[in-house]
């Protein structure tokens, strides 16, 4: 594991614990005790880090949205592949975001489903809500594509969904990562 994931590991595990250290607070008009141990401030900690993580996204992100609905998708690995991105983070990270791209620009671009460009953004997680190494990336894409002479946007066609899930799949094998 790596140095920087043990710090933050030990941190989130202590978070709230007495071995964080605390504060006694004491109530001026009936002296009731109260002791809170502190909070570890990190941004992966699930108590500590959603709000500032919302306050981020608020601030630094959300102007990028176009004002046209837009869809969430994830793309995550089998378990196999999950340790040996962990051991090889630099490569497998960049592959992870270039395939799963790739697969859904290639589909897009397919007249049958829009014939144009998508736009995204993409953030990349690497641990679930309890603690366990899931490297996966959630895109946030408008619900359309840019015409491929760059001319008009193509609305999306489908009601509940932005592409074809079997589709996608068969673009984005969990070979394509080696």
Request: hydrophobic share 35%; proline share 8%.
């Amino acid at each position: 594991m790596p140095v920087r994931h043990s710090m933050v590991l030990r941190k989130v595990l202590q978070c709230r614990t007495p071995a964080m250290g605390g504060s006694l607070f004491v109530c001026p008009d009936c002296g009731n005790h109260h002791y809170a141990c502190h909070s570890c401030n990190d941004r992966h900690c699930p108590q500590c880090g959603t709000q500032d993580g919302e306050k981020w996204l608020e601030k630094n992100r959300r102007d990028l949205l176009l004002p046209v609905p837009w869809y969430l998708v994830t793309f995550t690995l089998p378990d196999a592949l999950r340790q040996w991105i962990r051991k090889n983070q630099k490569v497998g990270i960049k592959l992870l975001f270039k395939c799963s791209s790739r697969a859904q620009q290639d589909l897009a671009s397919n007249p049958k489903h829009f014939g144009g460009q998508l736009g995204m953004i993409g953030f990349l997680h690497t641990w679930s809500r309890k603690l366990i190494y899931h490297p996966h990336i959630h895109y946030l894409i408008p619900a359309g594509a840019l015409s491929r002479d760059d001319s008009h946007w193509v609305p999306f066609r489908y009601q509940n969904f932005l592409l074809p899930v079997k589709a996608l799949g068969k673009r984005f094998p969990p070979s394509m990562m080696l």
